[in-house]
Structures are given as C-alpha cells and as structure tokens.
C-alpha cells in the first residue's frame, strides 16, 4: 500500500471506531431487558458453576436461542470479573477485529478497492454500527457470515485444484 493508501485506512478505520465507541465510552449504550438477564445469566453459570444447556428466550413460546452466546459472553465475564460495560466492549473488539481481517483477506484476493469498499460501508453504516457492540445472541451473525464467505472462497477454489478436499473450512457455518 502507498502512503496515502495507508492513510485512507487509517482515517477509514478512525471512523469505524469513533462511531462504535462513543456509545461505550459515554456509557449511552443500549440496556435492555435481554441483555440483564443474559449476563444474570452468565453470571449464575461462571460463579455458581450452573452449566445452562438451552439459550435464552426469543419471542416465540418454547423457541429458544442457543446456549452458546452464555458460553461466549463468559470470556468478558471472567475477565473482568461481570463489568457489564466489558460485554459491551468484547463485542466491540471482536467486530474489529474480524472488519480488519476481512479487510485484508479482500485485499489480498481480490484487490485494494474492495477491501476499502467493504471497510467504508460497514464505518458508516448504521445497521454495521448498531451490531458492532451490542451484546445480543443474533448480532455476531454478521461474525460469521465473513467467516463463511472466505470459507466459502477457499472451498470452491480448491476444488477447481483437486477432487477431494476436508470440511475444514465449514467449521464456521455451524455457529
């Protein structure tokens, strides 16, 4: 990348995170009756050592979630010892992180442009802004599908290379 490359990403990637952690840092981030019972929850599980095996409620009588966003939302929780403020902040890092990666898996099979492309519609985009720390069972999906879509990628060009090939790359489809 070139200097003024390298500075569009920056200033890119600087909006990315000023519209995510303004809301963390002003402590104006949404609290709803959802995310008081998931961290009550995984609050029962790490101190009381009460393993859940079913997720939390939807809006549909005898749906439920799956148990697994208590088993992730358990990392922020041992970390910090339950600040509800590091849920917030775990989901804001982990969003980061997987916009960076898919910012350079983009650039290095594809091109500059559409990793720029993908970068600057998700910093601005207020769906992408919402999702990117709200500690909620449904708002790591966007998470997943990049984990799908470069699974996806390597799958189908490998399979051009060679008949068979392992499952590995599907491991993200099952979240």
Not at 48 to 68: A, D, Q, S
Not at 146 to 169: D, G, L, M, P
Request: aromatic share 26%.
């Amino acid at each position: 990348m070139t200097l003024w490359q390298k500075i569009l990403f920056c200033l890119i990637l600087a909006f990315w995170v000023y519209f995510r952690i303004s809301p963390i840092i002003n402590l104006t981030v949404p609290y709803t009756y959802d995310q008081g019972r998931d961290f009550l929850k995984v609050k029962e599980m790490v101190e009381e050592k009460n393993l859940p095996f079913i997720g939390p409620t939807t809006g549909r009588e005898g749906i439920f979630h799956g148990v697994w966003i208590y088993y992730f939302l358990s990392i922020p929780y041992l970390l910090t010892g339950g600040e509800p403020i590091s849920f917030y902040l775990f989901f804001f890092f982990l969003n980061l992180l997987s916009n960076i990666f898919f910012f350079l898996f983009l650039q290095k099979n594809f091109n500059l442009l559409a990793g720029f492309l993908f970068l600057a519609i998700t910093s601005v985009s207020d769906y992408f802004v919402r999702i990117a720390f709200f500690p909620s069972n449904d708002h790591l999906s966007p998470i997943f599908v990049i984990f799908f879509i470069i699974s996806s990628y390597f799958y189908f060009k490998n399979k051009k290379k060679q008949a068979t090939i392992s499952n590995w790359h599907f491991f993200w489809i099952y979240p």
